[in-house]
């Protein structure tokens, strides 16, 4: 088959199930990732088996993510994008009185989970010239005080930028997708003035969409402001 093949990390809910919706539509065959295949697995019934395949990946843990990108081999035998989605958000305490317990997940998830999943795709995605996709957020782009998740996305960023230098000359090209407040599960109350899952889904689909001598190095999506009354 023909039909390009995305792996989605993270690609239960919110920005990763709706960048799966958009990209099926636009003909891509996907790889879904999450820790729990439940709700993957509804995604798959819903989009169908022939497109879609549901793989319980934790992206924290090494061999998990290797068991994920052999899964998406063995199905489809090619990765031409990886979209590095999954992270987790904080808790309110400021560095001086959050809990570290917390910190530690975060970090983990967020920073050395897509070092991981770079690190076991690249092989893949080179044999493609690919594209890679990370999330990283508007908050690693600002100063936020006492934010230890805003200091994960700063760190996303700039493995952006060091993978991007490093696949240099290898076809690969790096996208860094950055939302700013987005209405989805991630939070534990609905924000009341945020983008959609599948405004983000978009700007993913736009990086995907260039030809491969265009590439699209960081794509940055705020809400419009509210309207003053």
């Not at 987790?88 to 560095?95: L, S």
């Not at 690919?130 to 005080?145: M, N």
């Not at 700013?180 to 983008?195: C, K, N, S």
Request: one cysteine or more; charged letters at 20%; proline letters at 4%.
């Amino acid at each position: 088959m023909t039909q390009p093949v995305l792996l989605i990390t993270g690609a239960s809910s919110g920005i990763g199930a709706a960048t799966a919706r958009q990209a099926a539509a636009d003909g891509y065959r996907l790889v879904l990732a999450a820790r729990s295949t439940d709700r993957l697995q509804t995604l798959v019934d819903e989009l169908g088996d022939d497109t879609a395949l549901a793989v319980a990946c934790d992206v924290t843990d090494k061999a998990s993510q290797q068991a994920m990108v052999d899964a998406a081999l063995d199905r489809f035998g090619r990765m031409d994008a990886v979209f590095a989605n999954a992270g987790i958000g904080g808790r309110p305490g400021g560095f001086s009185g959050a809990d570290s317990d917390v910190w530690k997940d975060m970090i983990l998830t967020n920073v050395y989970g897509v070092g991981l999943t770079i690190q076991i795709t690249a092989e893949a995605l080179k044999a493609s010239r690919g594209h890679l996709l990370i999330t990283g957020s508007a908050a690693g782009r600002a100063t936020i005080p006492g934010s230890m998740y805003s200091a994960t996305k700063w760190a996303v960023s700039a493995i952006g930028y060091g993978v991007r230098e490093e696949f240099r000359g290898s076809g690969v090209r790096v996208t860094l997708i950055e939302p700013g407040m987005v209405d989805t599960p991630f939070f534990d109350e609905r924000p009341e003035h945020a983008l959609a899952d599948t405004d983000v889904a978009e700007a993913v689909a736009f990086a995907l969409s260039r030809p491969a001598s265009v590439d699209v190095n960081e794509i940055l999506v705020r809400p419009t402001p509210a309207v003053d009354d």
